[in-house]
Each structure stands twice: as C-alpha cells, then as structure tokens.
C-alpha cells in the first residue's frame, strides 16, 4: 500500500513547468526585482511587462535586468536553474552586442561555447544533467561552432579586402583562439568526469563526447568537398599560367 | 554570503513546480496558474524588499498562492468576501477532466480523482500533506485554521483517501 503512494506523489509530481517555462517567468521576476530594488523604490514605466502579452516584454526585460544585481547573480547559474535564463538570455546577447569586429565575435562565440562546456562539467559532477539539459548543450554547441565559423569567414573576407588597401606590415597581427584547441582541452576533464560519474551521467557525457568529436570532423569533411572542387579550379589556373 | 537576489532564485527554483501544482489544480487551467505563481513570486519579494523576516519560506508561499486562488475565484464570480473564503474551497474545486492538465501517469490520476471525493474541507489538507508534504503546522497556516483543525483534516483525510485507492485491507491491486 505504501508503494502505491509512493508512485502516485512521484506521477503527480511529474507535472512542472517546462525549463523554458520557468526561465521566461524568472525573466519576469528579475525585472520586477529591479523595479523594486532593496535600497529604494522606483516609479517605473516598465509596469507593462507584467502583464502576459505585451510584445515589448522581453526588450524591456533585458534593459532593466542587465546591468543589475540579478545579472550578477546569474553568472554562476546552471541550466535548470532560474537564473540560467538571464545568464543565456540577457547577459550573453549583451555582451555578444559589444563584440564590433568578425574576429571578436568569433572569440565571443568561443568562450560560449567554453561557458557551455564548464556547465556540462559542473553539471556532470552534481549529477545534475539531465534530458532536457543535455539537449540544450547538444543545440548550444552546434550553434556556437556554426556561428564561430561564419564570423572566421567574415573575418577571412575582411583580412582579403584590407589587404587590397592596407600594406601587409601594417594589417593587425593579433591571432584569436583557435575553437578546436579549446574543444581539446575539455576532452581530458570530460573523461575525468565520465569515470566518476553513475551510469546515467556517463552516457549524457558520451552523448557530449560524441558531439564534440563530430565538431572536430567537420573541418576534414568541408575540406574533401573543398578539395573536390579546388582539384579543378588550381588545374585551370596552371594552364592560364602555361598560356601566359 | 548569498545576496537576496541569489536567495530568491534559490526559493523559486525549489518551490516553483509545487506552486504551480497548486495553482494548477485549483484553476484548471495552466496559462492562469502560470499568472498566479508569478504573482506569488512578486508577493514574495515585496516582503522581503519591506524588511520583513520571513520564517517558514514554504508555508509563506502557499499562503499567499491560495489567497491569490480565492482572488482569482472572486474576480471571476463576484462572491461576497464571506462566500469566497468559505465557499470557494468547496465549489470552485476543479472538475477530474480537467486532469489532462495533470501530466501523470496513472497512480497520480486515481489519487487525484480520489481525493476530489473526499470532504470539501479536507480536500486542500490531504493535497498539501499528501502532494506537497507540508506538515500540519505548515497546513494550519496556510488554510488558516488551528493546528488542532488541520491534524484532525489530515488524518480523516488521509484515512478517507486510503480508504478510496485501497478498498481491500490487504491492499489487493486491480
């Protein structure tokens, strides 16, 4: 008998908000924690975003809260964790927003990725990794080295073109991290983890793994399709050569 | 030493879900019991922002959400104060179909239907004890009766509710 109310706690128990859920209301929370700061009270025209449908909520969210005790608060937080949505989605943006060059946006997306790694780890080590965090890092993760590999590009063109006005000495010099390096550095205190993890933490850790791994392939994979491609495009250059 | 803000999201981490259970299962319906648990949330925080010491987090948070749901009810019906406050418990009770709000599995459908047929007045104390595992004291306060009142809801209840999942003694399972 007492095992049926056990299990009957534990179904009821299953219904909960979405971590989406609950970070978009924390969102809420926190700007109504700077409205209503501990030191003083603020009049404040951002009373609207109290109210569920307003379409400029999430802008005046991120005003209020960025520079705020709660975003400080936040840059500690784990996914599953109230504060993690002001840490993805207001620190994060803004301070993607102050990287003005390729090759800053491209560092910016390197040390998201790093920030999503370090949770994994922390997550792993308190046993805390979940489904649902598991799928955010897998999507966090692609989207990251996608984005890194765009603004590496971009950066690239920009090198092409300042080339053709600026003489080579006097281009920047400055080389940025190299996102594979720092993909290599985790493999080692992931594989800590693993060893010490149960066995639910071990296989979300591999699922990690795994994903990482198909992040460092990629590069080989555009370049056979590259190579594909160039074996044609030098063998037409060496004849214009021999033309001229 | 943890700020106010890390506290708070500490609290709402762990007593969100409950709340929103609660709620839940008092409205029926998820896009208010979301607006409720936000308001109990803002409640919370003026209380801290006014200096008051906040003993008994837990008991605190489901006081003010079950006011909030006797609001809700007012606003809704236009009851008189005195009909909200004893009668809403009984009448505005959700109905079992609206337990596809509820995503659970087929042990926490049964206790919930059964506890939809215990006695009006014992139904939010065997939820609270039963779901939440509030203690009595917790549950006096937050329904706002004497320790006494809320022990003897509980046991009744809780008899009741046993009664109902297991009508063989010996807890044969069909």
Aim: charged residues 35%; hydrophobic residues 35%; glycine residues 4%.
């Amino acid at each position: 008998m007492e095992h049926d109310f056990k299990k009957a706690v534990t179904d009821i128990r299953e219904t909960k908000l979405s971590h989406k859920e609950k970070g978009k209301l924390f969102a809420k929370l926190s700007a109504y924690q700077e409205m209503h700061p501990i030191a003083a009270p603020a009049a404040s025209p951002f009373a609207f975003i109290f109210s569920l449908k307003s379409a400029y909520t999430f802008a005046a969210i991120i005003l209020l809260v960025a520079t705020g005790a709660v975003a400080q608060a936040a840059e500690g937080a784990l996914p599953g964790e109230a504060l993690y949505a002001v840490k993805v989605k207001v620190n994060e943006p803004i301070r993607g927003a102050l990287s003005f060059t390729a090759s800053a946006k491209a560092e910016w997306e390197i040390e998201k990725l790093e920030r999503r790694l370090e949770e994994v780890e922390r997550l792993a080590v308190e046993g805390k990794f979940d489904n649902e965090a598991l799928a955010e890092m897998e999507k966090s993760i692609d989207k990251h080295v996608e984005d890194h590999d765009s603004w590496k590009e971009k950066e690239e063109k920009d090198r092409e073109n300042a080339k053709a006005i600026v003489p080579a000495p006097l281009l920047p010099q400055k080389r940025t991290a190299d996102i594979d390096e720092k993909i290599q550095e985790h493999k080692p205190i992931l594989e800590d983890i693993k060893s010490k993890g149960n066995d639910d933490q071990k296989e979300k850790i591999e699922r990690i793994e795994k994903k990482l791994e198909e992040k460092a392939n990629r590069k080989e994979k555009n370049e056979e399709k590259r190579e594909d491609g160039s074996s044609e495009k030098s063998s037409k250059k060496l004849d214009h050569k021999k033309g001229s | 030493m943890e700020s106010p803000s890390q506290e708070f999201a500490r609290t709402y981490d762990a007593f969100v879900d409950p709340l929103f259970r609660f709620c839940a299962w008092r409205v029926s319906d998820r896009e208010t019991a979301v607006d409720l648990v936000q308001e109990t949330f803002m409640r919370y925080w003026d209380m801290i922002v006014s200096g008051k010491k906040v003993e008994g987090k837990k008991a605190l948070l489901f006081t003010i959400a079950r006011r909030l749901v006797i609001d809700h009810y007012r606003k809704k019906k236009t009851l008189s104060l005195d009909d909200a406050l004893e009668d809403t418990e009984s009448k505005d009770l959700p109905d079992p179909s609206s337990f596809d709000l509820f995503e659970t599995g087929a042990e926490g459908r049964r206790a919930l239907e059964a506890i939809q047929k215990l006695k009006p007045s014992s139904r939010q104390a065997v939820y609270l004890r039963f779901v939440e595992d509030l203690s009595p004291r917790e549950i006096a306060q937050v329904l706002d009766i004497s320790s006494n009142a809320a022990s003897v809801r509980i046991d009744r209840g809780l008899k009741e509710l046993k009664d109902l999942l297991d009508p063989h003694s010996h807890g044969t399972r069909f």
